[in-house]
């Protein structure tokens, strides 16, 4: 299985800072790389698919990069909504797996 | 309004069985592959499986071991989960979850979710 590997786990934050989360693969996953918001009680709700492609209706602050092993998931400027836990999950082969998760915290 | 609503969570003692449902509206459910993904109490998100949209192929987690089944009734715009020998490990909240393109253009993305349902798996 392909293991997906969040970095950090956790991360303190200010409104208006500039967020950068990283996702790395085991192996190459080309660009098969998905990107989702989980905020308490709710479900996960997509913001990126295929690395970089923002989905319908998320804004703009929020981009994807990279390809192959490495991703990133960067936030420009953080909004108070902004504060949930974030999760990769690569869709390369299956079995479809899911970083552990990134929480975002007020400072 | 497009959703999935999931059903048949509870509380089941180890070893027994559970089958959730997941009902689809308000979208040609029979052109998307559907998928099943849990969250166990405090921790992330696990894919448990996936069918395509006609029910051929499908797709399971290695951790389940063959206890799980996946299918679905195009008819009746339905996604199934047969839970069977469960353990305390099983506990979770299940969501469905729609890809975000039809067909064979299935990306394994996933845009559209339920709110849950919750499996406790407990003597």
């Known amino acids: 299985d392909i293991q997906m590997t969040q970095s950090p786990s956790s991360l303190s934050t200010s409104i208006g800072d500039r967020v950068t989360i990283t996702c790395r693969a085991s192996?190459?996953?080309?660009?098969?790389l998905n990107w989702y918001q989980q905020k308490p009680g709710k479900a996960p709700k997509l913001l990126i698919h295929t690395a970089s492609r923002l989905q319908s209706g998320v804004p703009s602050r929020f981009s994807g990069s990279g390809s192959g092993t490495d991703f990133t998931l960067t936030i420009s400027s953080l909004q108070t909504e902004d504060f949930a836990t974030y999760y990769c999950q690569q869709s390369y082969t299956y079995p479809y797996t899911f970083g552990q998760g990134t929480k975002l915290e007020i400072k | 309004e497009v959703q999935l609503v999931e059903s048949g969570g509870g509380l089941v003692k180890p070893g027994g069985s559970l089958r959730l449902s997941c009902a689809a509206s308000?979208?040609?459910?029979?052109?998307?592959?559907m998928t099943w993904v849990r969250q166990a109490p405090g921790r992330g998100l696990e894919w448990v499986s996936t069918?395509?949209?006609?029910?051929?192929?499908?797709y399971y987690a290695d951790s389940l071991k063959g206890r799980f089944t996946v299918s679905r009734d195009n008819t009746k715009n339905s996604l199934f989960l047969q839970m069977n020998s469960l353990r305390a490990e099983d506990t979770a909240i299940y969501y469905c979850a729609r890809d975000i393109y039809t067909y064979n253009d299935a990306l394994g993305a996933f845009d559209i979710w339920g709110q849950g349902t919750t499996v406790t798996v407990s003597s």
């Open positions: 069918i395509s949209s006609s029910g051929t192929y499908r």
């Open positions: 308000e979208f040609t459910f029979s052109t998307y592959f």
């Open positions: 192996q190459s996953i080309n660009y098969d």
